[in-house]
């Protein structure tokens, strides 16, 4: 069953680090980005692989272009599109 230690070791994978100076850092890059897509409408479960794919993908993406100012990736906009979209269908 997935959990915050799943989207961390996803992460990691995605990052291509495989040491754990980084984990404080990654955990809490995690937490914001939880945050950052609660504050959008979406609540995620983290025992569904692709509310865990999701939080890793955006983490990953917020880490990769940190100190830049460009938009979203249009295939990852649109999964937070849809989660978003399905949150309000499921109210």
Not at 28 to 55: F, P, S, Y
Not at 57 to 64: C, K, L, N, V
């Amino acid at each position: 069953m997935p959990n915050d230690t799943t989207v961390l070791n996803l992460l990691k994978i995605d990052l291509g680090i495989s040491h754990t100076a980084r984990d404080a850092y990654l955990n809490n890059k995690i937490a914001g980005c939880q945050e950052e897509l609660r504050d959008k409408g979406i609540t995620l479960d983290l025992t569904k692989a692709d509310d865990v794919m999701l939080l890793s993908d955006y983490t990953a993406w917020q880490y990769r272009h940190r100190a830049e100012n460009i938009p979203l990736s249009k295939s990852l906009d649109l999964r937070i599109k849809n989660a978003v979209t399905k949150e309000r269908a499921n109210q």
